[in-house]
C-alpha cells in the first residue's frame, strides 16, 4: 500500500515536471507568462489601497489583511492551475473520450488526468501569493501556515471543479457548471468575508465554499484557532472524498472515442 | 493455456436522437429521445497463449468496444471476460501490469520529449527499478532498430518511428498480451512491413500474445493463425487462416493466352471476365466445376501461357462483411 502510494507520487511529479518541461520550450512564452501574471495580480491592489485612503477599515479588515485574502486566493489559485490543471478541462476530456490512455495504465485515473499538464501563468500567481506574504510580514509559522493552506485550498478548488465536471458522465456539458462555481469562488476570494451577511454568508461556506478555503484560513493567519484549523483539514478531506466518489461512480457509465488524439 | 476468454459479452450505448433544424434541437430540450445502440451483442471467444489473432470487422462492428472492454476502459452491460484469469472491470489495475496497448489512432507518447525519456516515463508507470528499466531500454532499442532517433523528440519523428516507439513503450513492463489496435494505420508499404516484421519477432522472442485489429488485410494475412470476425457486434467467424482459406476459396482466378480465341459465355460455372484476340480471364466456381474440366475446355494444345490464382483474402472478407451486412 505506501509503495503504491510512494510510486503514485513518483509518477504524479514526474508527469509535472514534464508537462512542466513542455512549457519551457520556449523560454520567453515562459517568462513573459509568468510576469504578467505576477503584474496582473497586483493591478487590482491598487483599488483596495485607494478605498483604504479613504476608510479605516473594510468588514473589519485593515489594508494588510485585505491583502492576505489576495495572497491566499493567488496561491490557491495557482496551486490548483500548476499541479491539478486538467481537473479544470476535465469535462471536456469525460464528453471527447480521451481517458483511454490512463485507464490502461495502473495507475489512479484521476490523479495522472489531471495532473497531465500544468499552466505557467500559475507559477506567475504561486510567486505573488508569497509576494503578498512578505508585505504582510513573513515569519516562519505564518509561511508554514500559508504554504499548509493554499495547499489545501488548492487541493479544495481542484476537487470542487472534478465533482461539477464529472457530472458530464451523467450529462454532456457539465463544465457550465464548474465554470460558474470555479469564477464564483475567484471573485468573492479576494473579498474581506465581513461585507457578506446571511444566504450569501450560508453559500459561501457550503456550495461556493470561498469561506472555507480562503476566509478561514486569513483569519487563522491572524489569530490561530485549533478548531477552525481542523475545519479547514476536514473540509479538505470531505471535498475530496467526495470527489474521488462521484468521479469513480461516473467512470463506469464513460463512454470512450475513437477520435484521433495527439499527445501534444 | 487460454490467456482471454469471453463470455456473452454485450454492450449497449444510449444515443441522443434529435430531429433537424432548431425546433428539433427545441424539442430535444423538453423531451429528449434516446435511441440503444447494442455495439457489441453476445460476444463469446478465447484465445491462447502465445497467439497472434486477427479480430476484424467493419467501421462500427463493435471491435474496439471489445477490446475496450477488455483492457477495462469500458464496462460491458453483461457478459464475462477473463484477461490472464483477471476480471478486467473490477481488477483494472492488476490488469494493466500485465497487458500493452497500441492504438495506431491514439497518441500515447509525450511529443515534446524523447523517445528514451518517454519509455522512463513509462517505466515508473510500470514501477520498474531505474536500472531494470534502462536495460530493458537498451534491449527494445536493439530489436527494434531505435539507435539513430532513441534521442530526437517525438514530434520531429516520422510517423514509422513514432509507432515503433509507441510499441516499445507498450513493451517496457513485459507484457504477456500487446493490444495492437490498426498499429499500420497511414503507413507506407515498407514501414508496415517493417513493423510486420517486427510484430512477429516480438511474438517469437518475447512469446507475446498478439491481439491485432487491422483493416489492412496483408497484415491478418501476414501475422494471424486465426481470424475472428465481428459484424453488428456478433462474431460472424472465428477459425483459421487455412480454414478461412479453404472454405471460403471456392473461387479460382484463370488467366490464359490462347492460340485461337474461344467462346465460354454458356459454360456454368464460369465468368467471363475478359476475352479479346485469345487474351482470357475467367473466373471459376470450383463448387460447380472444376480447374481440370476448364483446362480441358480450353485444350493443352491451344495454351501460350496460364496463370492460375486464388481470389485474394481482401474478397473473401469484404464478401463475409456484406453478406453478414444484407442479414
Known amino acids: 500500500m505506501l509503495t503504491a502510494v510512494k510510486n503514485q507520487i513518483k509518477v504524479t511529479f514526474l508527469s509535472i515536471k514534464y508537462a512542466c518541461m513542455r512549457q519551457m520550450l520556449n523560454k520567453m512564452t515562459f517568462i513573459t507568462n509568468v510576469l504578467f501574471m505576477i503584474l496582473n495580480d497586483a493591478s487590482f491592489i491598487v483599488q483596495w489601497i485607494v478605498l483604504f485612503s479613504l476608510k479605516e477599515n473594510v468588514g473589519g479588515y485593515e489594508l494588510k489583511q485585505v491583502l492576505l485574502f489576495w495572497g491566499i486566493a493567488a496561491g490557491i489559485y495557482g496551486i490548483s492551475r500548476f499541479f491539478f490543471y486538467k481537473a479544470f478541462s476535465l469535462s471536456d476530456i469525460i464528453n471527447e473520450g480521451k481517458l483511454d490512455a490512463y485507464l490502461v495504465q495502473p495507475k489512479n485515473v484521476l490523479i495522472s488526468v489531471i495532473s497531465s499538464d500544468v499552466s505557467v501563468s500559475a507559477i506567475g500567481d504561486l510567486l505573488y501569493g508569497y509576494i503578498i506574504l512578505l508585505i504582510y510580514g513573513i515569519t516562519v509559522e505564518n509561511f508554514l501556515l500559508y504554504t499548509f493552506f493554499i495547499i489545501c485550498g488548492g487541493m479544495t478548488v481542484a476537487n470542487i471543479s472534478i465533482i461539477t465536471s464529472s457530472l458530464s458522465f451523467w450529462f454532456s456539458k457539465s463544465d457550465a457548471v464548474m465554470d460558474t462555481v470555479n469564477t464564483l469562488m475567484v471573485n468573492f476570494a479576494t473579498y474581506p468575508d465581513g461585507i457578506f451577511k446571511g444566504i450569501t454568508k450560508i453559500i459561501l461556506y457550503t456550495i461556493v465554499p470561498v469561506g472555507l478555503v480562503n476566509y478561514i484560513p486569513v483569519r487563522l493567519l491572524i489569530h490561530f484557532d485549533l478548531k477552525l484549523f481542523l475545519a479547514v483539514i476536514g473540509a479538505t478531506l470531505f471535498f475530496m472524498g467526495c470527489a474521488f466518489l462521484i468521479f469513480y461512480k461516473g467512470l463506469k457509465r464513460y463512454s470512450s472515442s475513437n477520435l484521433m488524439i495527439s499527445k501534444i | ?327
Not at chain 2, 513485459?174 to 495492437?180: N, V, Y
Not at chain 2, 513493423?195 to 491485432?212: A, D, H, Q, S
Not at chain 2, 478461412?244 to 490462347?258: G, R, S, V
Open chain 2, 1 to 327: 493455456m487460454k490467456v482471454i476468454e469471453v463470455k456473452n459479452l454485450s454492450k449497449t450505448f444510449k444515443v441522443k436522437v434529435k430531429e433537424k433544424g432548431l425546433k428539433g434541437s427545441l424539442k430535444a430540450i423538453v423531451k429528449p429521445k434516446y435511441e440503444e445502440i447494442k455495439a457489441v451483442n453476445g460476444v463469446d471467444f478465447d484465445v491462447e497463449e502465445g497467439e497472434v489473432i486477427a479480430f476484424i470487422g467493419p467501421n462500427g462492428a463493435g471491435k474496439s468496444t471489445t477490446i475496450k472492454m477488455m483492457t477495462g476502459i469500458l464496462y460491458p452491460d453483461s457478459g464475462e471476460i477473463s484477461v490472464l484469469g483477471l476480471d478486467p472491470k473490477k481488477e483494472r489495475k492488476k490488469l494493466a501490469y500485465e497487458i500493452g496497448t497500441v492504438f495506431g489512432q491514439k497518441e500515447q507518447l509525450w511529443m515534446h520529449l524523447t523517445p528514451f525519456d518517454n519509455f522512463k516515463f513509462f517505466a515508473a508507470i510500470y514501477d520498474i527499478p531505474e536500472k531494470t528499466a534502462e536495460e530493458k531500454i537498451a534491449e527494445l532499442t536493439e530489436l527494434f532498430g531505435l539507435e539513430k532517433f532513441i534521442n530526437t523528440p517525438v514530434r520531429n519523428l516520422s510517423l514509422g518511428q513514432r509507432i515503433r516507439c509507441e510499441i516499445v513503450a507498450s513493451l517496457i513492463h513485459e507484457p504477456k498480451i500487446l493490444f495492437l489496435d490498426e498499429p499500420t494505420i497511414g503507413l507506407d508499404p515498407v514501414v508496415k512491413e517493417n513493423i510486420r516484421t517486427l510484430i512477429k519477432k516480438m511474438n517469437k522472442e518475447l512469446k507475446t500474445t498478439i491481439f491485432l485489429t487491422s483493416h489492412d488485410i496483408s497484415d491478418i494475412e501476414k501475422l494471424c493463425k486465426r481470424v475472428i470476425i465481428i459484424n453488428n457486434g456478433e462474431v460472424v467467424l472465428n477459425d483459421t487462416m487455412t480454414n478461412l482459406k479453404y472454405h471460403y476459396l471456392n473461387k479460382k482466378i484463370i488467366e490464359a493466352k490462347l492460340e485461337k480465341s474461344l467462346k465460354l459465355d454458356d459454360v456454368q460455372g464460369i465468368q467471363v471476365l475478359k476475352n479479346s484476340n485469345g487474351n482470357l480471364k475467367l473466373e471459376i466456381d470450383t463448387s460447380v466445376t472444376n480447374t481440370s474440366k476448364i483446362l480441358e475446355l480450353l485444350g493443352l494444345d491451344n495454351i501460350k501461357d496460364i496463370n492460375i490464382s486464388n481470389i485474394p483474402l481482401e474478397t473473401i472478407i469484404s464478401d463475409i462483411y456484406r453478406k453478414e451486412q444484407s442479414k
